[in-house]
């Protein structure tokens, strides 16, 4: 059986079957998902996190379909009524719902209008109607089964009516041809329910609304539900009954010439209309729920890394803005390495509006620790901000730039027991500014200790299954942190909780050390720390880093089980180890892969990773993605011409489009129509959050402030 999941998780994933048992093999080991995608290439041909953990969570599925399935055959059996026809059906299965299809006619029934006539003794009546009688009428066919529970004929029809209502009801066949049928041509209808409140029109587009089941777009469903959730809309799928009704009868009605057909009818109408429709348009809503919230959770989560992989502005001096009118601008002044020199808060907005006061201190400020970037948080009083610090660099001594930072979470974390205790003496605004001006300098340190959840990059993520998005979103960051790797003398603890294979009390123990005993010199001293087992070593190790300490390879991603193949072939090529990186190392390590890994009996991707990291030892990924675009100036609406080139940065990728900075106060929307002449079927397949694109300006809505982009040129 188990076999059988194996073949299945190789043809959806395209991958050999090998692949499948060995990652399958490694992860049952206590091996992480990362581990397995950076140490272990040789044995999964290289597979990646994304394709591991797939691996991970069919394969847990297809466990979990089989328990069913057995129980399903158990349960049956159990009642003497199990067939080697019904046992395949059922093994056969490839969804859950199919499963419980063929198990419903077994299951011991509430009760139900149907049991209540089965207890008054009418189903050998039904079982009768059933056989479609040529010879007799209903009267002397129901007399028989006249008794105190059944007064009369009409209560002998409509009580056998009820069984063959729940009979064809329970046919696994015809729920399987309606589901079908339905999918294939249902449609989506959604109303404004009467006296609704919906004052700003958020699902005007709803009102009024159908849509074929098998062309809606994710999107669309996670808004009728919400629209439904927040008793503005109602939702129902319309169908053709008609058909659906004739397929009924034509499978069955056995003889038409009977005198019982008038009844069955009935019998289908009422079993459609009354158990099978609702049943099913409920498995089909939220079978398309769980696509939908699927499509959002993996549109979330790509935002989310791109976010997390945000450049870090290095070496800067940054001073973190968190707007805000009444009660002021939050001010921090951070040196190059995030470490808060002075707080302060100005008034330059209503009601104070001190903007000389204002300007003297932001002046000030740059003065004396000759500050490099502003960063502006985007909430509220976030562009009056922006006006007001454009206009006041212009009058620094020194060449300043600022950004719009997000600051989507920072109000979370300020208020944090993390917050408190990394800043006990300072308000809830003061840390904001400062994980605000922090966020710039190195985002996925700042955001790694925020709720991912938090930092909102999607649509509809509190309407999806918050456990699964948790995970994804895990998933995600733990991902990203061990692609970028840490310094093992200055991580958090909120950044060690991301790093493979790490435990809660050795991350306790490894910031104990470092604080009692200063640096970790080698990765060999980390062996000691209390609660390191090898396993946990072995797992997490290769993504911790020593930057200066006493063994060179300390500093890069090679894992210390490769050390000894590293240092023979720095041996033979004559290179030292303290040289690693420098450029003469690169063209020295321009060597054919297939001979030396031969020569130093290893396999063919370590030795490439191995060479990549000599070349680069602590090479980053975030360094290969798009810089953030400083500003030294403001853009107003007014300034705007439709045909316009523009430079901006992708701040969210949604079902619809991306909505891109382009120094306004809101951002702008490139409609999925607009960003190629291509067909896409989701923006993400050509871009993410941070990417820098230049757009030009489509439409423009002064009244409401929107502008529309497009990534075609309009000209």
Same mark, same amino acid.
């Given at each position: 059986m188990k076999d059988s999941i194996i073949k299945e998780i190789s043809k959806d994933l395209n991958i050999k079957e090998k692949q499948v048992k060995v990652v399958l093999s490694l992860l049952a080991e206590g091996n992480t998902v990362p581990f397995i995608a950076r140490y272990r290439k040789e044995v999964t041909g290289a597979l990646d996190e994304e394709v591991i953990r797939s691996i991970e969570q069919v394969y847990a599925y297809e466990e979990n379909l089989l328990k069913r399935k057995e129980d399903v055959i158990r349960l049956i059996d159990e009642k003497g009524l199990l067939t080697e026809e019904l046992k395949n059906s059922i093994l056969s299965c490839n969804k859950l719902v199919e499963v419980e299809d063929l198990y419903r006619p077994f299951k011991e029934k509430k009760k139900t209008k149907a049991t209540a006539a089965i207890n008054a003794g009418l189903e050998p009546l039904a079982k009768m109607i059933m056989s479609f009688p040529?010879?007799?009428?209903?009267?002397?066919?129901?007399?028989?089964?006249?008794?105190?529970?059944?007064?009369?004929?009409?209560?002998?029809?409509?009580?056998?009516?009820?069984?063959?209502? $729940?009979?064809?009801?329970? *046919?696994? %066949? +015809?729920?399987?041809?309606?589901? *079908?049928?339905?999918?294939?041509?249902?449609?989506?209808? !959604?109303?404004?329910?009467? %006296?609704?409140?919906?004052?700003?029109?958020?699902? $005007?587009?709803?009102?009024?609304?159908?849509?074929?089941?098998?062309y809606i777009k994710p999107?669309?469903?996670?808004?009728?539900n919400r629209g439904e959730k927040e008793k503005v809309l109602t939702i129902s799928i319309d169908y053709n009954q008609e058909k659906v009704i004739s397929y009924l009868e034509s499978k069955v009605i056995k003889n038409k010439n009977s005198f019982v057909c008038d009844l069955v009818r009935d019998a289908i109408v009422d079993a459609?209309?009354?158990?099978?429709? /609702?049943?099913?348009?409920?498995?089909?809503?939220?079978?398309?729920?769980?696509?939908?919230?699927?499509?959002?959770?993996? *549109?979330?989560?790509?935002?989310?890394?791109?976010?997390?992989? =945000?450049? #870090?502005?290095?070496?800067?001096?940054?001073?973190?803005?968190? #707007?805000?009118?009444?009660?002021?601008?939050?001010?921090?002044?951070?040196?190059?390495?995030?470490?808060?020199?002075?707080?302060?808060?100005?008034? /330059? =907005? $209503?009601?104070?509006?001190?903007?000389?006061?204002?300007?003297?201190?932001?002046?000030?400020?740059?003065?004396?620790?000759? &500050?490099?970037? &502003?960063? &502006?948080? %985007?909430?509220?009083?976030?562009?009056?901000?922006?006006?007001?610090?454009?206009?006041?660099?212009?009058?620094?001594?020194?060449?300043?730039?600022?950004?719009?930072?997000?600051?989507?979470?920072? !109000?979370?974390?300020?208020?944090?027991?993390?917050?408190?205790e990394e800043f006990p003496d300072l308000t809830v605004e003061k840390r904001s500014a400062i994980s605000i001006g922090r966020r710039l300098q190195d985002s996925l340190s700042e955001l790694v200790k925020i709720d991912p959840k938090s930092i909102g990059v999607g649509l509809y993520q509190h309407d999806v299954k918050q456990?699964?998005?948790?995970?994804?979103?895990? +998933?995600?960051?733990?991902?990203?942190?061990?692609?970028?790797?840490?310094?093992?003398?200055?991580?958090?603890?909120?950044?060690?909780?991301?790093? !493979?294979?790490?435990?809660?009390?050795?991350?306790?123990?490894?910031?104990?050390?470092?604080?009692?005993?200063?640096?970790?010199?080698?990765?060999n001293s980390i062996k000691e720390i209390s609660g390191m087992t090898p396993k946990i070593y072995e797992q997490s190790i290769g993504f911790?880093?020593?930057?200066?300490?006493?063994?060179?390879?300390?500093? =890069?991603?090679?894992?210390?089980?490769?050390?000894?193949? =590293?240092?023979?072939?720095?041996?033979?090529?004559?290179?030292?180890?303290?040289?690693?990186?420098?450029?003469?190392?690169k063209e020295k390590l321009n060597i054919d892969v297939k001979e030396y890994s031969k020569k130093l009996n290893i396999d063919e991707y370590t030795l490439k990773d191995i060479i990549d990291s000599l070349i680069s030892p602590e090479r980053d990924p975030r360094d290969f993605m798009p810089k953030p675009i400083l500003r030294s100036d403001i853009l107003h609406i007014e300034d705007l011409k439709v045909g316009e080139k523009l430079q901006g940065t992708v701040r969210n990728v949604v079902d619809f489009g991306i909505f891109i900075d382009i120094g306004l106060k809101n951002d702008g929307l490139a409609h999925i129509s607009r960003l190629t002449k291509q067909y896409i079927k989701h923006p993400s397949e050509l871009f993410s959050v941070g990417d820098i694109i230049d757009c030009y300006v489509e439409k423009i809505d002064t009244k409401k402030k929107k502008v529309s982009l497009s990534l075609i040129d309009v000209n």
């Open positions: 040529l010879q007799g009428d209903f009267e002397s066919l129901c007399r028989k089964f006249l008794n105190d529970k059944v007064k009369n004929v009409e209560e002998a029809k409509e009580g056998a009516g009820y069984i063959i209502s $729940e009979w064809i009801s329970d *046919n696994a %066949n +015809f729920r399987k041809y309606i589901r *079908n049928n339905m999918y294939a041509h249902g449609v989506m209808v !959604s109303k404004k329910k009467k %006296n609704a409140a919906d004052e700003d029109g958020i699902y $005007e587009m709803y009102y009024d609304f159908s849509e074929a089941i098998k999107h669309r469903i996670m808004a009728m459609l209309k009354r158990l099978i429709i /609702p049943s099913v348009e409920r498995e089909i809503r939220s079978e398309l729920k769980e696509k939908a919230e699927e499509v959002s959770i993996k *549109n979330f989560s790509e935002n989310v890394e791109k976010l997390l992989l =945000t450049p #870090p502005m290095k070496e800067k001096v940054v001073l973190g803005l968190d #707007p805000a009118f009444r009660t002021g601008c939050k001010l921090a002044v951070l040196d190059k390495t995030g470490k808060p020199l002075e707080i302060a808060v100005i008034y /330059p =907005t $209503e009601p104070r509006c001190d903007i000389e006061g204002s300007r003297k201190k932001v002046l000030e400020l740059i003065d004396k620790y000759k &500050i490099d970037i &502003i960063a &502006i948080g %985007n909430g509220t009083a976030s562009r009056e901000s922006e006006a007001f610090i454009a206009d006041t660099i212009k009058d620094a001594k020194k060449y300043v730039e600022y950004i719009i930072v997000s600051e989507a979470g920072a !109000s979370v974390y300020s208020a944090s027991k993390l917050a408190i456990k699964n998005l948790d995970e994804s979103l895990n +998933f995600v960051v733990t991902k990203v942190v061990n692609s970028v790797g840490v310094n093992i003398n200055t991580a958090s603890a909120s950044l060690l909780k991301y790093v !493979s294979g790490l435990t809660k009390k050795v991350i306790g123990e490894i910031l104990k050390v470092r604080e009692e005993k200063g640096k970790f010199v080698d990765r911790m880093r020593i930057l200066d300490g006493e063994n060179p390879l300390d500093k =890069t991603p090679i894992h210390p089980e490769s050390y000894n193949q =590293t240092l023979e072939l720095l041996k033979m090529l004559d290179i030292d180890p303290y040289d690693i990186g420098k450029k003469s190392v």
